[in-house]
């Protein structure tokens, strides 16, 4: 089973929408949970963290359910900039690494 | 705004050839990695580094790689004899704290083995 597994998508969306993504993961141990974001051939960037008791940033909203082992990323108002590919990531406190999920695949449209 | 770099962008290399890739991390960064992802594939955690010695690696860090931080400033990854299955995207990171998941990437070297 996949560490951190997310649907790959693509989702297609017109400028404007809400979108959401999901994200499971399969270690009870992680403690820590990230968002990033990767444009095609680019660097990962961090989007976000997330917390217990979720958090917004501007038009992003991540949530964690630790009971569910599930992490969400909702995008309000979809720019046509934020087309990319968004990395679900956790890390355990034990560990240095951060572990990364497949991504999921944003194309916003006109 | 302070950014980690690396050096070259894209090296192509004959199997069984070695390979130095290299980084300078964002200045007052203490910890450093290595990630690597493979075309369509995810990013995966090969190596961190920290005071002078490795913290942590994969299973996929084995004899054939070496990292070095030589100058206190640069951060290098070497591919001691290089195989078809290493062509991928490197990717040096540095953080601030081992807590926060906040890793600035540098933009990767494109390594292609031949």
């Known amino acids: 089973r996949k560490e951190v597994e997310q649907d790959p998508g693509p989702f297609n969306v017109p400028e404007g929408a809400t979108v959401a993504f999901n994200c499971t993961y399969s270690?009870?141990?992680?403690?820590?949970f990230f968002w990033y974001r990767q444009d095609c051939r680019k660097e990962p960037k961090l989007l976000m963290s997330?917390?217990?008791s979720g958090n917004e940033d501007g038009r992003f909203t991540a949530q964690l359910n630790r009971a569910s082992q599930y992490i969400s990323l909702l995008i309000r108002d979809s720019k046509l900039s934020d087309s990319a590919t968004y990395l679900c990531?956790?890390?355990?406190?034990?560990?240095?690494?951060?572990?990364f999920g497949s991504g999921t695949r944003l194309l916003v449209r006109p | 705004e302070p950014e980690v770099t690396q050096t070259p962008s894209h090296q192509v290399t004959q199997m069984g050839q070695e390979v130095i890739l290299r980084c300078v991390p964002i200045?007052?960064?203490?910890?450093f990695y290595w990630y690597r992802q493979i075309l369509g594939q995810k990013v995966e955690f090969l190596v961190s580094?920290?005071?002078?010695?490795?913290?942590?690696k994969s299973e996929i860090f084995d004899d054939q790689f070496s990292v070095e931080r030589p100058d206190g400033s640069n951060f290098t990854l070497k591919i001691r004899s290089t195989k078809l299955e290493d062509s991928a995207m490197y990717f040096c990171?540095?953080?601030?704290?081992?807590?926060?998941?906040?890793?600035?990437f540098g933009e990767g070297s494109r390594l292609t083995v031949l």
């Open positions: 990171a540095s953080g601030l704290t081992s807590v926060l998941g906040e890793l600035f």
């Open positions: 270690n009870s141990a992680s403690q820590s």
């Open positions: 997330v917390y217990s």
């Open positions: 990531v956790s890390r355990m406190d034990s560990s240095y690494k951060l572990i």
């Open positions: 200045s007052n960064h203490l910890y």
């Open positions: 580094f920290y005071n002078n010695e490795i913290s942590e």
